[in-house]
């Protein structure tokens, strides 16, 4: 049996997306977080949009157009929140961050989608596909929410009222790690413990 992968080449991510095109359904990356295997934050930004934001989402994601351009007062106190990057800045740093690291998450398929950026299957630990948890919630063939999957497997709650990415890492990082020892000992064995994400992602992974 290999050993485990290094807890140095973790990372759990989490997006947040707001809306553009009619009705403002189509998802466009406003901000990214990324904490290693610890927990601690080791990226966090906000992304300036490329194209016309047609819904922010604000209720849900707590994202208004000054947290997405460059330097923009956010209160009348003239808070200021460090600028937005640019999507490609963005996309050129994380690509590079991600190479060699196992990304954990939660339908990582999305992030992926957003960031543009395919990543080796073998290499990511997606809680939402892992088979153990949906055998556990006794749903085999659902992807099941982070939020309840959060609170039924640990207790946990996670994403109430607005979402929060670093708090979603984490929670999809923990719930990894509680199963972490049986999860890498079935890759090692030759058995992959998690579902397909969608087909219509298949993009996204090499």
Known sequence: MAPPPSIERFLSLSCTNVGVGPGGTTNLLARIAIVDYRGTTV????????????DYR???????AAHLSSGKSLSMAHVYHPDAWTFSTIQNYVSNFFRGKIL??????????????PHAAVDTRDVALYQPFRNALRSPHQIIGLQTLAWQLMSRRCQEGQLHPIENARAALDLYRSDAEAWEASISNGNWPCALPPSTFSRCYL
């Open 43 to 54: 990226f966090d930004k906000y992304v300036q949009p490329t194209t016309t934001v047609t």
């Open 58 to 64: 604000t209720a849900t994601t707590g994202i208004t």
């Open 104 to 117: 954990v998450g939660h339908s990582l398929w999305n992030d992926l989608a957003v960031l543009g950026l």
